[in-house]
């Protein structure tokens, strides 16, 4: 389980088929003395992975190694990854942290794109598509996470997801890196998903 809040941003050195898997290879540089360790689970934007490999940098660093299942890469945005590009990335969180963001799980619900921003005041409304499937998954004023990050929603005109980045946020996460067209990975709110899932049981 995650919480939405970025604690640092890596950079892919490589990533490339490897039998029936895909090898993704990162380097990240935690804010703390907590570092990753082998099995551990890290949402990279956003997407649950398994430390299956570290190697500790003499910057204070780490390279760690995950493995992408056919499922994973088709359910995501990851199959436009490469080299170099930089990666939102949370280790899990712990039993008794406070919560900043809301509950993540790190299984991405689908994928959608960026279509426009726009700056106000240093801050950026950015305007994303997403599939029809999880438009009843999204609520005005409710949370929704982009690439692994923690959002309130703005607006939900048809088809489209609005949202708002503050500084901060813009200075802190990649999710502006790469413009518009830019694929993400979405994950809709947990509650939402129960509700509507509920729902379809409803007066059967």
Same mark, same amino acid.
């Given at each position: 389980?995650?919480t939405g809040l970025i604690?640092?941003?890596?950079?892919? &050195?490589?990533?490339?088929?490897? %039998?029936?898997? !895909?090898?993704?290879? $990162?380097?990240?540089?935690?804010?703390?003395?907590?570092?990753?360790?082998? #099995?551990?689970?890290?949402?990279?934007?956003?997407?649950?992975?398994?430390?299956?490999?570290?190697?500790?940098?003499?910057? #204070?660093?780490?390279?760690?190694?995950?493995?992408?299942?056919?499922?994973?890469?088709? &359910?995501?945005?990851?199959? +436009?990854?490469? +080299?170099?590009?930089?990666? =939102?990335?949370?280790?899990?969180?712990?039993?008794?942290? &406070? $919560? #900043?963001? !809301?509950?993540? *799980?790190?299984? /991405?619900?689908?994928?959608?794109?960026?279509?426009?921003?726009?700056?106000?005041?240093?801050?950026?409304?950015?305007?994303?598509?997403?599939?029809?499937? $999880?438009?009843?998954?999204?609520? /005005?004023?409710?949370?929704?996470?982009?690439?692994?990050?923690?959002?309130? /929603? =703005?607006?939900?005109?048809? %088809? $489209?997801?609005? /949202?708002?980045?503050?500084?901060?946020?813009?200075?802190?996460?990649?999710?502006? !890196?790469?413009?518009? %067209?830019?694929?993400? =990975?979405?994950? *809709?709110?947990?509650?939402?998903?129960?509700?509507?899932?509920?729902?379809?049981?409803?007066?059967?």
């Amino acid at each position: 389980m995650f919480t939405g809040l970025i604690e640092a941003v890596g950079q892919v &050195r490589s990533f490339v088929p490897q %039998g029936g898997l !895909h090898r993704l290879w $990162l380097t990240a540089k935690w804010p703390d003395d907590d570092a990753a360790a082998l #099995g551990d689970s890290v949402a990279v934007n956003g997407c649950c992975l398994t430390v299956v490999a570290v190697e500790h940098l003499d910057d #204070g660093g780490q390279a760690l190694v995950f493995e992408l299942s056919s499922e994973t890469i088709a &359910r995501t945005a990851f199959g +436009a990854l490469g +080299a170099a590009q930089p990666v =939102n990335l949370e280790r899990a969180a712990k039993l008794g942290q &406070r $919560l #900043g963001g !809301h509950l993540v *799980t790190g299984h /991405v619900d689908g994928t959608g794109q960026l279509l426009a921003m726009q700056e106000s005041g240093g801050a950026f409304d950015v305007t994303y598509a997403v599939p029809a499937d $999880l438009e009843p998954e999204l609520v /005005v004023k409710g949370s929704v996470a982009i690439d692994g990050v923690s959002l309130t /929603v =703005n607006a939900l005109p048809p %088809g $489209l997801l609005q /949202v708002t980045l503050i500084p901060h946020t813009v200075a802190h996460t990649q999710l502006l !890196h790469g413009g518009p %067209g830019k694929q993400v =990975n979405l994950e *809709t709110d947990l509650v939402a998903k129960h509700i509507r899932r509920l729902a379809q049981f409803v007066g059967r």
